[in-house]
């Protein structure tokens, strides 16, 4: 496969409510998509970085910049260029890991489509649909939150994630586990807004019988997780302290976690992203697909790894309509509780023209 070129594009997508977790409020996601052109077929891929650095150092602006000035590039030096040698081509520059799953799972879908090989064979799926959960934003007032929680439960979401922050956090679980009774799968993501002086009110969520706390502290706290993890009885999850196989090795080794959210984006691509799916299984350590707000390009991607077996926790991987209006794919829509897995070749879908002319706000095109 002899790569011609390649489309940076990047689409503007309102949110149908505005989402809000520790970090910060999102209203909208200026999304960058990879376009990948060769001889034989094209293949999509989404770069999941925020606007700004406060998820992870990663930001758009950032993305479009380095694949233009150094990933790109460097592809296009490499000689007969497979999907699974990208990582090693790129391995030289330091971090970047959005845009580096971007642009591999861009070369991924292409070399994918041009097989006829659909990607969920590829990543080792073993299910034809997946269990959906969905995460609800820190709200104004207990009230909204239980309506929120209500509506989703009412779509058929099989677990509901709860953002928590200082201040925002037992009142909340408490009520949601009281209005929704015991058996309704629940957990709370953190991102990183506690520290270890935090242990006390953290194990106050203890008694609700929650799967797991994702990344109540600092991504770079470790050992801090490890201590945590004595302090209360309640699973830890890792989320933004798992960067690769390698730093997922050493969590579980020290005790940091017995869960992982896996996100391709922020590991470097989705071929990582099967090396920690598994290392953890080899370890007994349960993992779940996170999300990133996607589009439906990077939705079909998350889909087919959340089809992994050991992917036995329900993902973040919500329908289209939990974030937008109108998908730039044709919608993933919620099946009881479950979304297919894309059968088609690659990704098994492509952007829409006309929902992706619509939102789109620049295309750059870089020839190789
Ligand atoms: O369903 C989704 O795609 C979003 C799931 C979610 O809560 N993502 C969180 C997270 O920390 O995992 C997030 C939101 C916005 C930006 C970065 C991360």
Known sequence: MKLTGIELRRVGMPLVAPFRTSFGVQHERD??????????????????????????????????????????????????????????????????????????AAVLDAELRAEGRPLARELGAVRDSVPCGVSVGIMDSVPELLDAVSGYIDAGYVRIKLKIEPGWDVEPVRAVRERFGDELLLQVDANTAYTLADAGQLARLDPFDLLLIE?????????????????????????????????????????ACRIVNIKPGRVGGYLEARRIHDVCMAHGIAVWCGGMLETGIGRAANVALAALPGFTLPGDTSASDRYFSTDITEPFVLDAGYLTVPTGPGLGVAPLSDQLDAVTTSTEWISL
């Open 31 to 104: 999304v960058l998509l990879v376009r990948v052109v060769t001889d034989q077929a094209e293949g999509w891929g989404e770069c999941v970085a925020m606007g700004d650095p406060l998820y992870s150092p990663e930001y758009v602006d950032a993305a479009a910049d380095v694949l233009r000035r150094f990933l790109i590039p460097a592809l296009g030096d490499a000689d007969r260029l497979t999907a699974d040698r990208v990582g090693h081509v790129l391995h030289g520059f330091k971090g970047h890991r959005m845009a580096k799953c971007a642009l591999e």
């Open 215 to 255: 990344q109540p502290l600092d991504e770079e706290d470790v050992l801090g997780h490890a201590q945590l993890a004595k302090l209360v009885t309640t699973p830890i999850c890792l989320d933004e302290s798992i960067t690769s196989a390698a730093t997922a090795a050493a969590a579980i080794s020290l005790g």
